[in-house]
């Protein structure tokens, strides 16, 4: 850790010696920091909890944000108190978590490895007291994973399955102004990769933890940055109808119960890390309401055509079980949330199926005989987490990527066009 920090302070000093030469009205919105910081690998059920022996995690970020001023005319920065905007590269040390479970006969220890992850974040603060504020972020990003499962030497890595996985992460930062240029920060993090059931194994690898970190700003603020949005009184409230398609893509854990569990070693297919990728059709139309510039809420129809179901069934005939229905077709009914940011949007739901048939017990299936075979049953729940991005010129149109899950658990994830069928208007002249 103490070469982690003299590395750390090794670089802002670079930063600060560079920055001297440009001291340009641009520079005046950019910073630069580094952090590291202590996790905790979770463990979030019982299988988990078995599996994984040790649990310390370090984490390592470099950092450029960028922040406007209040002279700018965005309504946007205005009403979400002038936010950071954030590109870096993060660097997950998984080195020290050790898995093995006691009952396969394993002669070795399987691991994590690093994850190396280039993210893009937003950061708000939400209280701001003389060189003291408190803010929060949302992180988003692509990771690289060194050692992921496979059969050979690394059997017991049931968390990281492919070497991409997707990076979602949330954290709560306090931060002191110590000098002109200099801030210091301390943070509360919750950290996910996983391949979003893209591959298999997909438990995903969860961490909560503290960092510590330093930001460096070329050009001290002499400003003062509101918290508090002044406009949104004046925000013209209205409907509109969200109606997206979308193509959905995920890997059968059904097989990777087959493949793992039931067939015999002898068989090419014991154990692999080869798993096909399955399509599904996605439609949502959704009535919304934008009653604030940064926030709609609404109610969606959420309708996805499966036609991987076949595969489902001959799944189900290898293992040898009967009596489990299917339906190509599913339709839900869920509460929806969008919070707007200039073109990027970030929107979430939950809903509940009204009709969804995917291995649903008949009345000629026989629990007592097929009680040791492991299948997937799926909850009435679902979420959907996702990112969109308003395309220029169209300002009706998006396009965006979520990921779907039940109860925490990732379905699928899906590739998406839309329209809004209530486009933003001009309000004094600036394009909101």
């Keep these: 850790m103490r070469k982690a920090f003299v590395f750390i302070v090794g670089i802002l000093l670079i930063c600060e010696g560079l920055s001297a030469r440009d001291k340009s009205e641009k520079m005046c919105r950019v910073s630069f920091g580094a952090a590291a910081g202590w996790a905790y690998l979770l463990g979030l059920d019982d299988y988990a909890q078995?599996?994984?022996?040790?649990?310390?995690t370090l984490f390592y970020t470099l950092n450029v944000a960028y922040r406007a001023l209040p002279g700018d005319s965005s309504?946007?920065?205005?009403a979400f108190g002038y936010p950071m905007l954030e590109g870096g590269f993060l660097l997950a040390d998984y080195s020290h978590i050790r898995l093995h479970m006691e009952n396969r006969h394993t002669p070795y220890i399987s691991g994590l490895g690093y994850m190396a992850a280039?993210?893009?974040a937003f950061r708000r603060d939400i209280v701001r007291s003389g060189r003291f504020s408190l803010s929060y972020s949302l992180e988003n990003g692509i990771g690289l994973s060194t050692r992921p499962y496979n059969r050979v030497d690394n059997i017991d890595n049931e968390l990281i399955g492919s070497p991409v996985s997707v990076y979602f992460g949330l954290g709560l930062q306090g931060k002191c102004r110590v000098a002109r240029h200099w801030e210091l920060y301390a943070s509360v993090d919750l950290k996910h990769f996983s391949n979003?059931?893209?591959d298999r194994p997909n438990k995903g690898a969860n961490t909560v933890g503290l960092s510590a970190g330093l930001r460096y700003y070329p050009v001290p603020e002499k400003l003062l940055f509101p918290v508090r949005n002044r406009q949104g009184k004046t925000f013209d409230k209205y409907f509109y109808c969200d109606i997206s398609v979308g193509w959905a893509a995920k890997s059968l854990i059904d097989e990777w119960f087959l493949y793992y569990y039931m067939i015999s070693p002898q068989d090419p297919r014991y154990r692999t890390s080869v798993f096909p990728v399955?399509?599904?059709l996605t439609a949502t139309v959704a009535p919304m309401f934008r009653y604030r510039l940064k926030y709609a809420s609404g109610i969606g129809v959420d309708y996805m055509y499966m036609p991987y179901v076949d595969r489902l069934k001959e799944v189900d005939k290898e293992?040898?079980?009967?009596?489990?229905?299917?339906s190509p077709h599913s339709v839900g009914l869920s509460l929806r949330h969008e919070v707007f940011y200039k073109r990027f949007s970030l929107y979430f739901s939950f809903g509940y199926y009204l009709f969804r048939k995917i291995g649903v017990e008949s009345s000629d299936f026989d629990k007592e005989q097929y009680k040791y075979i492991p299948v997937?049953?799926?909850?009435?729940?679902?979420?959907?987490?996702?990112?969109?991005?308003?395309i220029p010129g169209l300002e009706c149109v998006y396009i965006g990527y979520q990921v779907k899950a039940h109860?925490?658990?990732?379905?699928?994830?899906?590739?998406?066009?839309?329209i809004r069928l209530e486009k933003l208007k001009k309000r004094g002249g600036c394009t909101i």
């Design 407 to 418: 109860l925490l658990k990732a379905d699928c994830m899906a590739l998406s066009v839309g």
């Design 196 to 198: 979003g059931a893209l």
């Design 75 to 78: 309504l946007y920065d205005s």
């Design 50 to 56: 078995e599996l994984i022996h040790s649990h310390r």
């Design 319 to 326: 293992k040898g079980m009967k009596g489990l229905v299917y």
């Design 278 to 280: 399955y399509s599904a």
């Design 118 to 120: 280039a993210y893009g």
């Design 376 to 390: 997937e049953k799926e909850k009435p729940y679902y979420e959907t987490l996702g990112l969109r991005y308003t």
